[in-house]
């Protein structure tokens, strides 16, 4: 069945520093990608997302590209800051865009 | 913000009582879902909603039922509580596109 493998963290970097969040599917078909952030006590928020292979997508600095040929939709951002601080989640959307599978999320923690 | 709210936002209950969390939205959407999100695990489906009356189950689904007798309503009923049950819950909605909007979650403990 569908799936999806993310880093396991915490990850901490100080601030600036160059993030990276590795995520890997397993999936069926033509899966959409997305990933999604988590403020403390709050819900998911959708950060970005790509629809095809080769669809980057971008949003308040972070970028993930859709690349079919190694199965990844790894998150990167050049310049982290304290405000980023949160639990990123990547997920796929089966083909018939009715069911969601998600990573078990990565925290991120950012130093002053 | 797509027009997701959650009652309640925290409840404590006793093992055995049955328990109703709502998700209600404002703008229409035919798919609903309800989700918890337990440490390790990210986010698990329970069950969704393809419309009203329609729903199917998710990959975590026993012990629980839904129910959606309204667009606007999606229910989800733990008949009897138990302490596994004790976890975050989240309910979604699709857009138009292949996106899922969140609400802002229901804590459930179960003692």
């Known amino acids: 069945g569908d799936s999806v493998t993310q880093m396991e963290g915490p990850v901490t970097l100080s601030e600036e520093a160059f993030l990276t969040i590795n995520c890997t599917y397993t999936?069926?078909?033509?899966?959409?990608l997305f990933w999604y952030v988590q403020y403390p006590g709050e819900g998911l928020q959708l950060l970005l997302k790509a629809t095809k292979a080769d669809d980057k997508g971008s949003n308040k600095g972070f970028e993930a590209t859709y690349r079919k040929e190694t199965t990844s939709f790894h998150l990167e951002k050049g310049s982290v800051q304290v405000s980023d601080s949160a639990v990123y989640f990547c997920?796929?959307?089966?083909?018939?865009?009715?069911?969601?599978?998600f990573g078990s999320g990565t925290k991120l923690n950012v130093k002053p | 913000d797509a027009g997701i709210t959650q009652s309640p936002r925290h409840k404590v209950t006793e093992t055995g009582t049955p328990v109703t969390l709502r998700c209600h939205q404002t703008e229409n959407h035919r798919y609903m879902y309800w989700y918890r999100q337990d440490p390790g695990h990210g986010l698990r489906l329970i069950h969704y909603?393809?419309?009203?009356?329609?729903?199917d189950k998710g990959e975590v689904s026993d012990g629980y039922s839904v129910s959606r007798s309204k667009t606007e309503d999606f229910l989800l009923t733990l008949e009897s509580a138990t302490s596994s049950q004790t976890s975050v819950y989240f309910c979604?909605?699709?857009?138009?596109?292949?996106?899922?909007?969140f609400g802002p979650g229901t804590r459930l403990t179960v003692t």
């Open positions: 979604a909605i699709k857009g138009t596109g292949p996106e899922q909007y």
């Open positions: 999936a069926t078909g033509y899966p959409s």
């Open positions: 997920a796929l959307s089966d083909q018939g865009f009715n069911k969601f599978y």
């Open positions: 909603s393809y419309g009203v009356k329609d729903t």
